[in-house]
């Protein structure tokens, strides 16, 4: 079974930066698909980023495209988000996900972003 654990969040200015991980356990992180989502306060959770096996494939909503960057070290069995030009709205708890088949299935615990105007 995988857990996920994410980190590196915290209180940023907008217009900063801060780099999410997560750390997977098992030895399969590798062939799973992997996305970081959000849920902002009295909102449904988003998804953010998905990244597929390789890397080589990357996929973003809309409101982060040019700002974020997903990414993943498979010999460190870690995934990152890069979250550049931080906006106000982009407050939220960030949880990074295992595709396990054919749906997100395996969370991490999240992890607070807040971004001050």
């Known amino acids: 079974q995988v857990q996920l654990v994410e980190s590196g969040g915290g209180l940023v200015q907008a217009g900063g930066s801060l780099r999410l991980s997560c750390l997977a356990s098992?030895?399969?992180?590798?062939?799973?698909?992997m996305g970081w989502f959000r849920q902002a306060p009295g909102k449904e959770r988003e998804f953010v980023a998905s990244?597929?096996?390789?890397?080589?494939?990357?996929s973003y909503t809309n409101s982060v495209k040019g700002r974020f960057t997903i990414s993943r070290d498979n010999a460190k069995n870690t995934l990152y988000l890069q979250m550049n030009s931080l906006k106000p709205e982009d407050t939220a708890v960030y949880y990074c996900?295992?595709?396990?088949?054919?749906?997100?299935?395996?969370w991490g615990q999240g992890t607070q972003v807040t971004v001050s105007s």
């Open positions: 990244i597929n096996w390789s890397g080589y494939i990357t």
């Open positions: 098992g030895r399969t992180f590798s062939s799973y698909l």
């Open positions: 996900a295992a595709q396990i088949g054919t749906s997100y299935n395996t």
